[in-house]
């Protein structure tokens, strides 16, 4: 199985802040890399599929790069309804498989 | 407007068999991947499985012994049977849909989720 790294695992912000999230893969995933937004008590909701094609209604603040093993999540100005759980996922191959995820809170 | 659906017992005692339904609106259950994924309580998200209609079945090397999925085209649904449960198989399950565009695969649609407890 392809391992799936997240750091930090939790980040206090403020309202306005860039923020900046990393995965890494423990092997070469090409870019087969999406991110996922989850909010408490609700499924994840896609943000990034290939690593930095934004899915339809995201807002342009958020923006995902990398390739190969390392990969980042931005958002360039945090915002109240940015406060949640971000996590990454490979889909190079099966099982797919996330990152243990990352908390954005309230600085 | 794609909507998932996810049914099935809350609770399901040790030894048991946990089985779950998707129902599929507004969308055709052709070309797309249809997969189980779930979450313990506070922790992340696993891959269980997916299938795809005509085609290949695959499930979680972890689980593939205890892993049973099919699907009721006529009714729209898709299943999940995962038997000889344990406390450890207690989360929230999830029915979604991956899809693909350019070879790149990912998850556009999710159910709300099913809380699922092993417990005698």
């Known amino acids: 199985d392809i391992q799936m790294s997240q750091s930090p695992s939790f980040l206090s912000a403020s309202v306005g802040d860039r923020v900046a999230i990393t995965c890494r893969a423990s092997?070469?995933?090409?870019?087969?890399l999406n991110w996922y937004q989850q909010k408490p008590g609700k499924a994840p909701k896609l943000l990034i599929y290939g690593v930095s094609s934004l899915q339809s209604g995201v807002p342009s603040r958020i923006s995902g790069s990398g390739s190969g093993t390392e990969f980042t999540l931005t958002i360039s100005s945090l915002q109240p309804e940015d406060f949640a759980t971000y996590f990454c996922q490979q889909t190079s191959s099966t099982p797919r498989t996330f990152g243990q995820g990352t908390k954005v809170e309230v600085k | 407007q794609v909507q998932l659906q996810e049914s099935g017992p809350g609770l399901v005692k040790p030894s048991e068999t946990l089985s779950l339904t998707c129902t599929v609106s507004g969308a055709s259950m052709s070309s797309y991947y249809w997969t189980w994924i779930r979450q313990p309580a506070g922790k992340g998200l696993e891959w269980i499985g997916r299938?795809?209609?005509?085609?290949?079945?695959d499930y979680n090397p972890s689980l593939k012994s205890r892993v049973t999925m099919s699907v009721d085209t006529s009714k729209r649904q898709f299943s999940l049977n995962l038997s000889s449960v344990t406390a450890a198989d207690t989360a929230v399950y999830y029915c979604?849909?991956?899809?693909?565009?350019?070879?790149?695969?990912?998850?556009?649609?999710w159910g709300q989720g099913t809380r699922v407890t092993v417990s005698a």
């Open positions: 979604a849909r991956e899809r693909y565009f350019d070879w790149i695969f990912f998850f556009d649609r």
């Open positions: 299938f795809y209609i005509g085609g290949t079945t």
């Open positions: 092997q070469s995933i090409s870019n087969y």
